[in-house]
């Protein structure tokens, strides 16, 4: 305090301080504007002895206000005023996520950042990044709202790269009120603060006073600024200090809206300049008006300013210096030591809520003309628009940036244009410019632009999935990866740079969320034809570029602008038929598509790419496939190649970029380097079709096109042919090679290289140039297999060479093309470069672990660099000169790349022919390798490669070492430079190969050898043959004798005995150590054990078998019948292991192989090994190669067969599921079990049982099964006593029928009569008795109760079918006992005697009443429960008076919890949300009835004289009617009976939504439905928008009622019109329950679907969605959603879903696979014991005692707390002592004894 008193004195003179010199400054600054202002602030510096003594107290203020002065020319906030630390009043514009905006006095905008709020929301956030088991954060959106007011502090400034002032704030406490201690805390402050904790009675709050533990009671913590919720930790509020004790530790605070805002800041607060703070309220006295501003005085010592933009409009007039004024401090700049005010109503008011968009619309971006200047201020202009309206120009806009002020030429103008540019919320005004610049701009906001618009704008940024294109300063818009060119771009960064221009074409623009996207496709932007920007656009016959997004099996699907898009079928791609869409089109290709058909209503398009082309390529017919080569011009360059045309006959063709060059690398950088215009030699052509030619500029290719080694069809194709290709396709299985005529072949991935191979895709890469070997041809299907391995393919002889001088070419051809476009002088002295060339260099850097970079005097501008290895033996410093040697040259980058090695730089020496040096590879780049001469100084280059398929590892890498022969010293066409041949020095791999090569050679069997040998061992399965050399050859059973010859049941191997003597032919080999035969074409055949045949017809050695073998499991058809052989039982699985060949291998499943239930148990007894059976193909696979096979007779289900199959559930909501034959699933409902109904009819099933089931249909992929005897036997099965029923139709009135209860409600008992029939029984229709509750019958009807009913009535339309259970109707007892004592409900003649003696005992019991007050009916509720709580509304009514002493309810309803929807409202209403319309009476209907009573008894009176007394008595009770009348009225829980008491009871509350849904379900019980729907909408207007859980409980009710009585179009109208003005989630579970309740499964699953979809990072939709899935019997697929949402939630939700899930599984689902998800959770987390406290509440629940016995000894041992261990053995005693015995009670005390004693012992060592 001492230093805040020597800063602000109280009285006297002062002595002038450093900051009156700021004073002073500021002063100089203003004079700058007004010299007349300057001269007399400098008169008044010195003031008079006179004018002291005269007023000698306004002298002493004075003084005291040169402290804080502000300046004489009042002007608005400018940016460059903006200080750090500085604190501002600001006002909420947007929230977003992360971040605030803030709209700032004086039209400027600041940022507050999520880290920017308070310490204790930022420790809340790191909580919640690093740990899973922090509470929820409230977001930024649920903290602030827009028009909110806050009060903030600039902590940095940020100068953006358009050179505007980014201002970041922060709202943290402990910098706002930074100056304040707890001494200066009085009562009645008013301080800003975030909520740090809660509290059971209260809130702690951080208000940045060190020392002081502010406390805000509940009591009064609802203020304007949190009416509805509770507050959250990091909330910010404004608070009133309403008592401070021992010296601020001790603060109350209190947030009453009404007080704060009339609560004014006083003096006796000791406010000083220092801890002064924006948003205080102070009564100011107005010292000096001015043109621009006021100036104030207040607190006593203070002095304020308020701009023009701060001057209340209409009272301008009437401010005269004294006046006394409210104010509002917007800000302190500490520097100046400025003060700015405001002395607007709705900032000195702050009920009234801050409006961010004006009453006249968003209108910023207007251009506006006519405007009229009617004030000027220094800070700017004031313009009057058209409209009358305001709108502030500030002075920086009244010109362009580059011109000198001239205040004068914009005064002379009477007329102006502006454009507006903001809306200052604390202002209250629009901000414009004057600026030609920005009015010209062609658009200015998102809304300016439209899909289809060329622009031109910069590029930002290069980022991940696209390009920034800067369009404007607000503008911004993403070009994606697929758009930045015609072609996909690998290496973005080349073609575009930052800063560079850019034209673009917009592709959609999304102006509310601003997203705007581009396209840079050429040919989409230069485009003439008409653009799609809508489906009512693409009208048929219309022609237009699109570019493909998806391409599918069923065709291609492509995209216009906004997001039109339509499908382009199969037929549709081309002339011709396309197997394969994918090995054609690409995403992202643009193409010219023509309209086939559109309906605009459904968003569907149907296009074709075959009619939109321009006529056939006529030309293609005359052009003949010829050896000679062709020359052509660039006609068009296109994505995926260009277009040409050739010289001699102007015949258009196709050169794909991969037909460029053999060198991969090379071919996108010769497609750059081609123009429209060019000349290409050397072409050739290799395929045509009725639209295309497409040639190739492959120097291979073109070669073995001259040299005649290709085949023009498939049957010049022969078995060891080898030709050249190219790869079309890379699959997982092998590659797709290409050759010339349109062959094409396949390479399995056994075939295409020596080595094993983990990944296709790593060995070979698209276009790549090809060897391949023909190995095998299918004549039939004409396919072709071919080897790719090199040591099968030999590359022809002078292929290395001519490889090499083909390389050298190319770059010297691409180095031309370059030179001649433009080249710099530097790329021209690059080009005059060569390998080997001494260059004299300086060091320019030197790199630690990355070599050195030079500089040359000659080289200006080019990059020279050396790597490590190439500086190694110098210790090289900045400046030094050093000699080098060229070893690459690159001129598109101007790299240069030299080595320092002193073995390369010294005297060459020359090289002769045929001689043999040791090489070294000294650079890499592509396909090229620099290699030096050992002991010559001399360099050259060579192919990385050797071999056209050699994989990309084993390419030449820099360092090895090679082993070289001169063929030419000095080769002309490599520049002079030798012509080596080389070899690899790796001898370790030479010798392993010719240990190989002799093992071979030492004693191998080769294919088709012919051996003799002596049987050895006869086995089931094969023999075992002892051949002449010695050697065990092998003999599998398929090979002993002709299939056509085995008969099934038979054993080939038994024909042939031990000892004798047998001719075999080698067929293949088996591995010695797994015993796994190997296939002829494996590379490790020689080293196996032979594998022989014995079949007479393989033995002629003229008979070539190799392609009639089934070595390939894809050979072999679905449904086909083959021969094959028992191998091998499994018996954990059930399966049962064929053999068809030695290399092919199928499997059998239980279902498929058991004819005769006898042979479930053990069919391993049925089927022998090495027995021969028929079996059929029912799939193959070919990853792992496998068939799966049947040996039933047939191979797939069909509708209306029988097949076998195994129960896996029962369930009693939809009856058996079983598994059958082939993986299929199915279900047999519960009507389906049997012709005859049990009363139990899941109990004579159990899991693992086998049945006979009869296929009824397949739905959504589960088979419908049937159990009765009448469709397994209808001959021999007797008449079903309970027929089945498929329909409707077998259905009808008065029939008797018996059912199963499906579930009992409000609305009656609903009885499953077929598996999809479902039959509803009324309340009165029910039972004789007179019920209440339907409680009562749920109790006594349980589900699948076995009832006999009468139909009633048919409604097909609708689909019910009304049943009665009346003893009178089904010849049955009634199905409530008598025991229950239950009220007779009384109908005919009897319930009018009943009515009738009701009415005449009330009438003689109120003449016959005292005084005594009438008592009041109870109101019993009735809670919709189970399946029908859809509504979110309990309903109530009132029950009669003849039933009260019947039954007697509590008052309180049961509230059914929802997971995920907001709590259940309560209406009193005699309506029920999930009642059909038909089942409503009109109210009137029982008023009319008592009327009609009324008028009978009034007549019966007429008759007789009424007597005094009894005229007193009527008086009498008239009285106490009207009294009870009036305590009706004034009674709140009274429900109303009337529309007027409703409007009378809504204009006391506008914001219930229990008295809206009340009024609902009014008009609704007199059947009135529009006028429920318009009392709906009402409510949605009425309701205020902060009341959000009042509005969503009407749009919950409307969605009801939609559902109910509404349309799918009017339901889904208004479930879109909830999402926008609600949270989508809440609303989307809603309605899937609303879907589920009310059987609309399939709808419900699609919502499901979506909501997945839509919020894949919120953990309730997966559970709700799981929830559901289970619900529904569909546990295959809970199991698959449960891995999606791992993948898509993060992963430390996981285990929390896992448990949850298995939770489900326990209660509807599988419990064993439930058991399993909580094991696995728990081995991987062991110490989550409330996991396993759950799971021990579910084993009990489900389990047998033997599992939660094993599952508490696991528990009790864990390494946990030994607090968690007592708690859990004090369960597992509580169990025993429930469950167990004595004894078992006694060894749980044991082992808790042993664990106490054990436990000490540890602690004591």
Not at 1061 to 1076: C, F, S
Request: charged share 25%; glycine share 6%.
């Amino acid at each position: 305090m001492a230093a805040t008193e020597e800063d602000f004195p109280r009285g006297g003179g002062v002595k002038k301080t450093t900051e009156s010199t700021i004073v002073a400054t500021r002063t100089e600054l203003d004079n700058l504007f007004q010299a007349n202002e300057g001269r007399e602030t400098k008169k008044r510096t010195k003031p008079s002895r006179n004018d002291r003594k005269t007023t000698p107290h306004v002298s002493e203020q004075k003084d005291v206000l040169t402290l804080n002065a502000a300046a004489k020319c009042v002007e608005i906030l400018h940016s460059k005023d903006v200080r750090e630390g500085m604190l501002m009043l600001g006002c909420v514009k947007d929230v977003s996520d992360f971040e605030v905006t803030v709209g700032l006095p004086g039209g400027l905008q600041g940022f507050l950042s999520i880290r920017n709020i308070c310490d204790s929301y930022t420790k809340l956030l790191t909580e919640q990044l690093d740990s899973t088991d922090t509470e929820d954060i409230c977001s930024l959106p649920h903290l602030f709202y827009s028009g909110m007011l806050l009060r903030c502090v600039v902590v940095h400034l940020d100068t953006t790269k358009e050179g505007f002032v980014s201002i970041q704030l922060s709202v943290n406490p402990k910098l706002v009120n930074k100056a304040l201690t707890s001494n200066a805390l009085t009562a009645g402050m008013v301080l800003s603060g975030c909520v740090e904790s809660i509290e059971e009675h209260g809130y702690i709050i951080d208000i940045g006073v060190t020392g002081t533990k502010p406390f805000l009671p509940k009591k009064s913590e609802k203020g304007k600024q949190n009416s509805n919720n509770e507050l959250k930790v990091g909330q910010y509020m404004t608070f009133q200090l309403q008592e401070v004790k021992n010296n601020g530790r001790l603060v109350r605070l209190s947030v009453c809206s009404v007080t704060t805002s009339q609560a004014c800041a006083e003096s006796q607060q000791r406010w000083t300049l220092t801890n002064l703070l924006p948003g205080l309220f102070v009564k100011a006295t107005i010292t000096k008006v001015t043109k621009h501003g006021l100036l104030l005085d207040f607190l006593s010592s203070f002095s304020g300013q308020v701009d023009i933009l701060h001057l209340e409009r209409d009272k301008t007039p009437s401010y005269a210096i004294g006046s006394k004024v409210q104010a509002c401090v917007l800000y302190i700049e500490p520097t100046a030591r400025l003060i700015g005010m405001s002395l607007r109503s709705y900032l000195v008011q702050p009920e009234t809520r801050i409006i961010t968009t004006p009453a006249s619309g968003d209108r910023i971006g207007e251009v506006v003309k006519d405007c009229k200047i009617s004030m000027h201020p220094m800070s700017g202009a004031m313009l009057e628009l058209p409209d009358k309206t305001l709108a502030f120009v500030h002075r920086n806009h009244l010109k362009e940036s580059d011109e000198p002020t001239n205040e004068n030429r914009v005064l002379a103008l009477l007329e102006h244009t502006c454009r507006i540019i903001d809306f200052s919320p604390m202002e209250q005004i629009h901000f414009a410019s004057l600026r030609k610049s920005v009015i010209k701009k062609t658009f200015y906001r998102y809304h300016d632009l439209h899909a289809g618009q060329d622009v031109e704008g910069m590029v930002s940024a290069l980022l991940n999935n696209g390009m920034m294109v800067q369009l404007s300063s607000h503008i911004r818009g993403l070009v994606p990866l697929s758009h930045l060119a015609d072609i996909v771009l690998k290496n973005p960064e080349k073609k575009y740079k930052v800063g560079m221009a850019v034209k673009c074409r917009v592709l959609s623009v999304e102006p509310d969320n601003k997203k705007l996207f581009l396209t840079r496709k050429k040919a989409l932007v230069e485009s003439s034809l008409p653009l799609f920007l809508s489906y009512m656009d693409a009208r048929p016959g219309r022609v237009s570029h699109g570019f493909v997004v998806s391409v599918k099996n069923f065709g291609c699907i492509v995209r216009f602008y906004n997001n039109v898009k339509g499908l382009v079928p199969v037929n549709e791609l081309s002339s011709e038929l396309i197997l394969n869409p994918q090995e054609v089109f690409y995403v992202g290709q643009v193409l010219k598509t023509k309209v086939l058909q559109c309906e605009p209503e459904k968003e569907k398009m149907l296009l074709s790419f075959n009619t939109a082309v321009d006529g056939d390529t006529k030309e293609a017919a005359r052009v003949q496939f010829e050896s000679e080569r062709l020359e052509a011009k660039v006609v068009k360059k296109l994505v995926n190649g260009v277009e040409v045309s050739t010289l001699s006959d102007n015949i258009c063709a196709l050169l794909p970029t991969i037909h460029l060059s053999d060198h991969m690398p090379n071919c996108p950088l010769l497609w750059e380097s081609l123009q429209v215009g060019d000349t290409i030699s050397n072409l050739a052509c290799i395929a045509k079709n009725k639209k295309q030619i497409i040639v190739t500029k492959k120097p291979t290719v073109i070669w073995s096109l001259e040299e005649g080694n290709v085949a023009k069809d498939f049957s010049e194709v022969t078995i060891g042919m080898q030709m050249i290709g190219w790869i079309k396709n890379i699959m997982d299985y092998g590659v797709f090679v290409e050759f010339p005529f349109g062959l094409v072949g396949l390479a399995p991935r056994s075939t295409m290289s020596d080595e094993f191979i983990s990944d296709t895709k790593t060995i070979f890469q698209l276009g790549q140039t090809v060897i391949a070997s023909v190995s095998n041809l299918d004549e039939e299907k004409k396919r072709i297999l071919v080897v790719l391995k090199l040591s099968v393919v030999t590359m022809p002889e002078g292929a290395v060479q001519a490889r090499l001088f083909n390389t050298v070419q190319e770059n010297l051809a691409m180095t031309q093309r370059i030179l001649l476009k433009d080249a710099s002088d530097l790329q021209e002295q690059l080009a005059a470069l060569s390998i080997g060339q001494r260059l004299k260099l300086v060091v320019d850097k030197v790199k630690d672990d990355d070599g050195a970079d030079f500089k040359s005097d000659d080289l200006v501008g080019a990059t020279i660099l050396a790597t490590k290895y190439h500086t190694t033996g110098f210790q090289l410093t900045s400046g030094q000169k050093v000699n080098s040697v060229v070893i690459s040259v690159d001129i598109s980058s101007t790299t240069v790349h030299v080595s320092l090695l002193r073995k390369l730089v010294g005297k060459k020496k020359t090289v002769t022919e045929k001689g043999v040096y040791a090489a070294m590879v000294q650079h890499v780049d592509k396909d090229i390798a620099v290699i030096s001469l050992e002991g010559t100084a001399q360099l050259t280059i060579i192919q990385t490669q050797k071999h056209l398929n050699e994989m990309e590892s084993s390419k030449l890498r820099v360092g090895m070492h090679l082993a070289t022969e001169v063929v030419e010293p000095t080769c002309e066409q490599l520049l002079g430079l030798p012509l080596v041949s080389w070899q690899r020095t790796a001898a370790k791999r030479q010798r392993k190969a010719t240990k190989r090569q002799r093992t071979v050679s030492e004693g191998g069997h080769s294919f088709g050898e012919i051996v003799q040998g002596k049987i050895r061992t006869v086995k089931p399965t094969h023999i075992l043959v002892t051949l002449e050399d010695g050697r065990t050859g092998s003999v599998h059973v398929s090979e002993v004798m002709e299939a056509t010859e085995v008969s099934p049941g038979s054993f080939p191997t038994s024909s042939v005995n031990v000892g004798s003597m047998v001719t075999g032919r080698v067929i293949g080999g088996r591995d010695t150590t797994g015993h796994r035969v190997l296939p002829i074409s494996h590379p490790r055949f020689t080293y196996t054990i032979p594998e022989l045949t014995l079949i007479p017809s393989k033995l002629d050695e003229k008979v070539n078998f190799r392609s009639s073998a089934k070595d390939n499991v894809g050979s072999y058809k679905v449904g086909e019948e083959i021969t094959c052989y028992v191998s091998k039982f499994h018996s954990d699985s059930k399966t049962l292991e064929l053999a068809c060949d030695p290399c092919v291998s199928g499997r059998v499943e239980l279902l498929a192989m058991i004819t005769d239930p006898n042979d479930s148990s053990h069919p391993e007894k049925k089927y022998k090994l090495g027995q021969a059976v028929k079996a059929q193909v029912v799939e193959v696979t070919l990853n792992p190669q496998c068939l799966a096979l049947s040996l039933t007779g047939f191979h797939k289900l069909e509708v209306g067969s029988v097949t076998w199959g195994l129960v896996t559930g029962l369930h009693q909501h939809f009856g058996l599921q079983v598994k059958l034959p082939f993986g299929c699933k199915g279900i047999a409902a519960i009507t389906d079990l049997a012709d005859a109904y049990r009363p139990k009819p899941l109990a004579a099933f159990n899991k693992e049982q086998l049945l006979r089931c009869y296929l009824l249909g397949n739905e959504n992929g589960r088979w419908l099964l049937s159990l009765r005897p009448s469709r397994l036997n209808p001959e021999r099965a007797k008449p079903a006593k309970d027929p089945e029923v498929l329909s409707f139709n077998d259905l009808r009135a008065g029939q008797l029928i018996r059912g199963y209860v499906k579930s009992v409600s409000e609305q009656g008992v609903f009885i499953r009569l077929s598996n999809s029939i479902t039959g509803r029984a009324e309340l009165q229709h029910s039972t004789k008795y007179f019920v209440i509750k339907h409680k009562v019958l749920s109790d006594h009807l349980p589900p699948d109760t076995l009832l006999t009913t009468k139909i009633l009535s048919i409604d097909e339309k609708e689909k019910t079918v009304n049943l009665s259970l009346l003893p009178e109707d089904t010849g049955k007892a009634d199905i409530l006992p008598e025991s229950l004592n239950l009220p007779l409900r009384y109908i005919g003649k009897k319930k009018q005697e009943y009515d009738l003696k009701k009415k005449r005992s009330l009438t003689e019991c109120e003449e016959n009443q005292s005084e005594a007050p009438p008592k009041k009916k109870k109101a019993h509720p009735v809670t919709v429960t189970g399946q029908d709580s859809d509504s979110g509304v309990e309903v109530y009514f009132r029950e009669d008076e003849d039933h009260e002493n019947v039954e007697k309810t509590k008052p309180a309803p049961v509230k059914v919890p929802n997971s995920t929807g907001p709590p259940i409202l309560q209406v009193a209403a005699g309506f029920s949300w999930d009642i059909g319309l038909s089942s409503l009476k009109p109210a009137t209907a029982d008023k009319d009835a008592d009327f009609s009573d009324g008028e009978d008894q009034e007549e019966s009176n007429k008759s007789q004289k009424k007597s005094r007394y009894e005229l007193q008595q009527e008086k009498k009770v008239a009285e106490k009617a009207l009294v009870q009348r009036e305590m009706d009225l004034m009674d709140p829980q009274l429900r109303p009976q009337d529309a007027t008491a409703f409007e009378r009871l809504l204009l006391a509350s506008p914001n219930s939504s229990l008295l809206w849904l009340q009024y609902m379900a009014h008009h609704l019980q007199a059947t009135q439905i529009e006028q429920a729907r318009a009392v709906a909408e009402r409510a949605l207007k009425t309701i205020s928008f902060r009341e959000e859980q009042e509005k969503l409980n009407v749009w919950v009710a409307l969605l009801n009622l939609e559902n109910m009585y509404g349309t799918e179009e009017s339901l889904k109208k208004v479930f879109e019109r909830a999402l926008q003005f609600c949270e989508p989630m809440p609303v989307y579970q809603q309605l899937a329950d609303i879907y589920v309740k009310s059987d609309k499964i399939k709808e419900a699953e699609n919502l499901y679907k979506s909501m997945v979809k839509r919020f894949r990072q919120n953990k309730a939709v997966w559970l709700s969605y799981g929830n559901f899935l289970l619900q529904q019997g569909e546990s295959d697929s809970a199991t698959a959603l449960l891995q999606r949402a791992l993948t898509s939630l993060p992963t430390k939700e996981s285990v929390d879903v896992i448990a949850k899930f298995g939770q489900m599984e326990y209660r509807y689902g599988n419990a064993e696979k439930g058991h399993t998800m909580f094991d696995k959770v728990l081995t991987s987390y062991p110490k989550r014991t409330d996991i396993w406290s759950i799971f021990i509440d579910l084993v009990v629940k489900h389990g047998t005692q033997k599992e939660v016995r094993a599952l508490f000894e696991r528990v009790i041992h864990l390494s946990v707390s030994a607090k968690k261990i007592k708690f859990f053995f004090k369960r597992y005693l509580e169990y025993e002592k429930k469950h167990g015995t004595p004894q078992s009670v006694e060894t749980v005390k044991k082992k808790a004894v042993a664990f106490v004693e054990g436990k000490g012992k540890r602690d004591f060592h």
